[in-house]
């Protein structure tokens, strides 16, 4: 098993509790969170209740633990090659909201040989996707440190369409 990890925090202006409130509609039909062209839209079964399944494209998890308008914890399926977590969590910081993503796993199989050249950079570009939009949603524009490239984005909307 190989350790993946993987943290993504972006600040900026806003209030906890309006993207709090976009938090909560992840994988809802009023989806205001997970707005991204890079991958397939979340879907879980019961919504963010723990025990709730589901994930995005071939990539499945469950809800271990939720605070409402805070933080959602996903465990993945080892199925997929992942052994662990990754979470969402919103934080007020003055007049300031953060929003960090972290994703820690051991990694088996494929799932070794794939991580670094293809489902990292997909990953990274998934998250700041999220983040742009929220920002914009919150300040008016993003400043993303580093663009997810043109033929990453070819192949990550390729094989979303594949459902892969």
């Known amino acids: 098993m190989t350790r993946v990890t993987d943290v993504h925090v972006r600040t900026f202006a806003g209030e ?3 993207i709090g409130r976009q938090l909560e509609t992840l994988a809802s039909e009023q989806e205001d969170f997970w ?5 397939p839209p979340m879907i879980l079964d019961r919504g963010l209740q723990p025990g709730s399944r589901g994930g995005h494209g071939s ?5 271990l ?3 409402p308008g ?5 465990g993945f ?3 997929i090659g992942l052994v662990g977590t990754h979470r969402f969590i919103v934080a007020q910081d003055g007049d ?3 929003v960090r993503h972290e994703l820690d796993a051991e990694a088996s199989g494929s799932m070794r040989l794939l991580w670094k050249r293809l489902v990292l950079p997909m990953h990274r570009g998934v998250i700041e996707d999220i983040f742009d939009h929220l ?3 919150s300040t008016g524009t993003a400043h993303r440190q580093q663009p997810t490239s043109a033929a990453m984005r070819w192949l990550a909307r390729r094989m979303a369409a594949a459902g892969i």
Not at 35 to 39: E, K, P, S
Not at 59 to 63: C, D, I, L, M, T
Not at 70 to 74: N, Q
């Open 16 to 18: 906890v509790g309006t």
């Open 35 to 39: 707005v991204t062209d890079l991958a």
């Open 59 to 63: 990539v499945r998890y469950s809800v």
């Open 65 to 67: 633990e939720h605070s």
């Open 70 to 74: 805070e933080s959602v914890v996903f």
């Open 77 to 79: 399926d080892p199925s």
């Open 96 to 98: 300031q909201v953060s």
């Open 135 to 137: 920002e914009r949603a």
